[in-house]
């Protein structure tokens, strides 16, 4: 459902391969040879480009906390990439909060342990704590977890969280942050 940009260091654009499944903002991308990006499957721990910045779907956009019968893009059919046929796709660094993540140990006794894709859902999971012991070229860490899963604010005034509303989203209104490593 959701990326919230942080900061970040390189923001591409790439051709979309026509064949995707559904991409939601914050979820992982790879290239398809030459038909474009496409949201990361089995096979693809070692071809990870990057994070989606946009959202290419036929049934609701990705918009931070924006309710579906509220979102934008309805002419496109919530399609982000419609006219440009491209995505935005973040890599070579940055910091980001994120609800598309499996939500497993991404605890704050895990801050600073590496993520990697989850293939079969096309998004980050906890990876384990070394480098060195728990990854291969074939299965690379692309993150770091720097906030553990919980609430995030809106920055709409409200009770929920340090003043603010909390930010809704997938995986039960849950954000994790983490340092782009790839």
């Given at each position: 459902?959701?990326?919230?940009?942080?900061?970040?260091?390189?923001?591409?654009?790439?051709?979309?391969?026509?064949?995707?499944?559904?991409?939601?903002?914050?979820?992982?991308?790879?290239?398809?040879?030459?038909?474009?990006v496409r949201r990361v499957t089995t096979g693809d721990d070692a071809n990870v480009l990057g994070?989606?910045?946009?959202?290419?779907?036929?049934?609701?956009?990705?918009?931070?906390?924006?309710?579906?019968?509220?979102?934008?893009?309805?002419?496109?059919?919530?399609?982000?990439?419609?006219?440009?046929?491209?995505?935005?796709?973040?890599?070579?660094?940055?910091?980001?909060?994120?609800?598309?993540?499996?939500?497993?140990?991404?605890?704050?006794?895990?801050?600073?342990?590496?993520?990697?894709?989850?293939?079969?859902?096309?998004?980050?999971?906890?990876?384990?704590?070394?480098?060195?012991?728990?990854?291969?070229?074939?299965?690379?860490?692309?993150?770091?977890?720097?906030?553990?899963?919980?609430?995030?604010?809106?920055?709409?005034?409200?009770?929920?969280?340090?003043?603010?509303?909390?930010?809704?989203?997938?995986?039960?209104?849950k954000y994790i942050e983490f340092i782009l490593l790839k």
């Open positions: 459902m959701a990326l919230v940009e942080i900061y970040h260091v390189i923001a591409d654009q790439y051709a979309v391969d026509p064949n995707t499944l559904d991409i939601k903002e914050g979820m992982l991308v790879a290239i398809n040879a030459a038909n474009g994070i989606a910045g946009d959202t290419k779907s036929s049934s609701a956009s990705a918009l931070p906390g924006v309710y579906t019968g509220w979102q934008n893009r309805v002419s496109d059919s919530f399609d982000e990439t419609k006219a440009s046929a491209k995505l935005t796709v973040y890599h070579g660094g940055g910091r980001f909060a994120t609800d598309q993540f499996v939500d497993t140990n991404m605890t704050s006794a895990n801050l600073g342990k590496y993520l990697i894709a989850d293939e079969s859902t096309g998004t980050l999971k906890y990876g384990g704590a070394d480098e060195g012991t728990l990854y291969t070229a074939a299965t690379p860490p692309l993150a770091q977890l720097v906030k553990a899963s919980g609430s995030y604010p809106s920055g709409v005034p409200g009770t929920d969280l340090n003043g603010d509303l909390a930010l809704k989203g997938d995986n039960t209104n």
